[in-house]
């Protein structure tokens, strides 16, 4: 009973860390794309949508290969700071982070096109320094597109199967996360434990998109 | 008031469009007049620091702005110039207030809903105001925008004003009421305020000095000197 609850809290703690992350990476990238005259935008702005569209399997295998401990950056990263992706929770952040990133820059793009560039001009010849106009007009206008990618991104880490399985394993109590658990309880033939699991699940699962559709709502109206 | 000489080109793969005027005037009041398309609002542009030109200079209330020659650029931000867009451009996620006291506070955060200013209270019952500064921009009357987005930019205490088109988004009577008030307001204030315009009513109304431009070219000047 109380092993769904860590596989819960496990879930949590992999899904928080990897939003929080994108959260950083995805808007950094979103207002990037959003700004930049580079030719090659839309040719980076597709790779980078690239785990959306593969199979997370394939994805895990790809992570293995990079930072397995056998691989050039996962040797250099255990002998130079002891640290190991493989079978740990932190590998797990690592593969929920790729597949979910493409849900965090592509709204951000999307919400920092949207943001008039003729307001932070506006905020230009007020006296305020790029920074300011940044976290003060463009970043507020767009919020409410980004914190929609944020929730569904969340979701989707929650949701994350196989590249996790692939690089983190399937450890309880350690990287044993709440769908990798659904799935050892169904093999094992546990049918309650899985029948909370999914039910714990559902309910996460349910509350994060009515967060993502009533943002997305009021973030229209606010516009109108 | 006004000196300046400078050369824009602006290219897209549609169109080259070339910018190119000298002319030094010394009214405090001048309009710059000409059709759509003619060059108008990239002058102003210009002037405001939001865009760069390719050569010459410009001075303006005393101070260089610009001036290739000598690789002076001020940015927008130490420009100290109002600016009126033409759709006000007023930050839809404040009130009016807070749009108000926008320029005076620095740093990473706006001001709050009921940020105590002895200057923005004041812009507020000078521009009658007050009933509405906890309204957003989109719950404003047309005159009521152009109201706090003067304020917003004259808080500042700028060194010179400028106007692209200020009345086109208001409607016939508000418009003759808003001429009135900013002609007042330009002897008040005694700064410079540099209009555009295409309305040949700001022309009698507003102007000392006009300049027309036409196809990016000085077409005309009255009250003032083409260089």
Request: with cysteine; charged share 15%; glycine share 8%.
């Amino acid at each position: 009973m109380s092993s769904a609850w860590i596989a819960l809290s496990l879930s949590l703690k992999v899904a928080g860390w990897a939003t929080a992350i994108n959260l950083v990476l995805g808007v950094a990238t979103g207002f990037f794309l959003a700004r930049t005259r580079l030719p090659g935008r839309d040719l980076l702005d597709s790779l980078l949508t690239l785990p959306m569209v593969m199979p997370p399997t394939v994805l895990g295998y790809y992570l293995l290969v990079l930072v397995g401990r056998n691989s050039t950056l996962g040797s250099w990263l255990y002998d130079n700071f002891g640290i190991s992706l493989i079978f740990t929770w932190q590998g797990a952040v690592l593969a929920s982070c790729i597949v979910a990133f493409p849900l965090v820059f592509k709204p951000a793009r999307a919400a920092f096109e949207e943001v008039s560039p003729q307001l932070e001009q506006a905020g230009r010849v007020l006296g305020l320094s790029e920074l300011s106009i940044f976290f003060r007009i463009t970043l507020p206008l767009a919020w409410r597109g980004i914190l929609a990618g944020l929730l569904l991104a969340f979701a989707r880490a929650l949701g994350e199967f196989g590249a996790t399985l692939m690089i983190a394993g399937s450890i309880p109590g350690r990287t044993q996360t709440l769908s990798i658990a659904v799935y050892e309880a169904v093999q094992s033939g546990q049918d309650s434990t899985a029948n909370l699991l999914v039910l714990i699940t559902s309910v996460v699962c349910i509350t994060v998109l009515l967060s993502a559709s009533w943002l997305s709502r009021s973030h229209r109206r606010r516009q109108a | 008031m006004i000196e300046l000489q400078l050369e824009k080109t602006l290219t897209s793969p549609r169109r080259r469009f070339q910018l190119q005027l000298g002319f030094t005037c010394s009214d405090q009041r001048l309009l710059v007049y000409g059709p759509s398309g003619s060059g108008k609002s990239l002058l102003l542009q210009l002037l405001g620091g939001l865009q760069t030109p390719d050569s010459g200079y410009i001075r303006l209330a005393g101070r260089t702005l610009f001036d290739a020659d000598h690789k002076i650029n001020l940015p927008a931000r130490q420009r100290r110039i109002a600016y009126l867009f033409q759709d006000y451009a007023l930050f839809p996620h404040l009130t009016a207030r807070q749009n108000i006291a926008f320029g005076l506070r620095r740093g990473l955060l706006n001001p709050g809903r009921n940020i105590c200013s002895q200057a923005v209270d004041q812009w507020l019952e000078r521009f009658s105001l007050q009933d509405a500064q906890h309204l957003y921009p989109y719950q404003l009357s047309g005159g009521q925008r152009q109201r706090t987005a003067l304020a917003r930019a004259l808080i500042m205490e700028p060194a010179a004003v400028l106007l692209d088109e200020p009345f086109s988004a208001l409607d016939p009577p508000l418009r003759q009421h808003m001429r009135e008030q900013l002609a007042t307001l330009q002897s008040q204030l005694n700064i410079p305020m540099i209009m555009i315009s295409h309305d040949p009513v700001d022309l009698e109304f507003f102007a000392a000095a006009v300049v027309h431009i036409e196809n990016g070219q000085l077409a005309g000047i009255d009250n003032g000197i083409p260089i």
